[in-house]
T-cell receptor, first 115, second 111 residues
Framework: DSGVTQTPKHLITATGQRVTLRCSPR?????VYWYQQSLDQGLQFLIQYYNGEERAKGNILERFSAQQFPDLHSELNLSSLELGDSALYFC??????????????FGPGTRLTVL | GQQVMQIPQYQHVQEGEDFTTYCNSS?????IQWYKQRPGGHPVFLIQLVKSGEVKKQKRLTFQFGEAKKNSSLHITATQTTDVGTYFC???????????FGAGTTVTVRA
């Protein structure tokens, strides 16, 4: 158990819908990261927040957005869902965003299925 | 663009044998990390390498960072069934906060 929690574990929805994935980082970690893992794309970095502020952006679609709240939990919002958005979404956290001290702890993931 | 390449994609190993997985980048990395993901699980941090030419060992696992900080390897000796999973390398580029993951090497072990 990494200490990072993600809800829900599984999500099944239809194309065109909107969903929200939730992540609570480890106690004391200020940085939160979101990743998408699909069979053909591997582990893709989406976005990073540090202490409530966006810190880095990866290959995140405009239909996707995220935020980190004052209690440091984070939400990833996926809208106008397409079949290709079906994937495992991981949240990770670290103490700080400094790459040299950036051991990331991953949550168990949310498996999203778009039908 | 900056990308971490990892080979091989799959490694089928006889129990007791050794194997190596490799990561390469066309440009210099600030550091490199290795993660292991068991089937059905999430990535788990194994180690971080920062210095040029650095070598670190964890029991049967040996991690190396190249002199030019453009490549890295993970060597596992005397493979066991507990080594099954996907091993990812992931690197930070200078002045970048994004961790770039390799595609992973998925390891299966024949008993």
């Amino acid at each position: 158990d990494s200490g990072v929690t993600q809800t829900p574990k599984h999500l099944i929805t239809a194309t065109g819908q909107r969903v929200t994935l939730r992540c609570s980082p480890r106690s004391g970690d200020l940085s939160v990261y979101w990743y998408q893992q699909s069979l053909d794309q591997g582990l893709q970095f989406l976005i990073q927040y540090y202490n409530g502020e966006e810190r880095a952006k990866g290959n995140i679609l405009e239909r996707f957005s995220a935020q980190q709240f004052p209690d440091l939990h984070s939400e990833l919002n996926l809208s106008s869902l397409e079949l290709g958005d079906s994937a495992l979404y991981f949240c990770a956290s670290s103490v700080d965003p400094n790459p040299l001290s950036n051991e990331q702890f991953f949550g168990p993931g949310t498996r999203l299925t778009v039908l | 663009g900056q990308q971490v390449m990892q080979i091989p994609q799959y490694q089928h190993v006889q129990e007791g044998e050794d194997f190596t997985t490799y990561c390469n980048s066309s440009t210099t990395l600030s550091n490199i990390q290795w993660y292991k993901q068991r089937p059905g699980g999430h990535p788990v941090f194994l180690i971080q390498l920062v210095k040029s030419g650095e070598v670190k060992k964890q029991k049967r696992l040996t991690f190396q960072f190249g002199e030019a900080k453009k490549n890295s390897s993970l060597h596992i000796t005397a493979t066991q069934t507990t080594d099954v999973g996907t091993y990812f390398c992931a690197g930070f580029y200078p002045n970048d906060y994004k961790l770039s993951f390799g595609a992973g090497t998925t390891v299966t072990v024949r008993a």
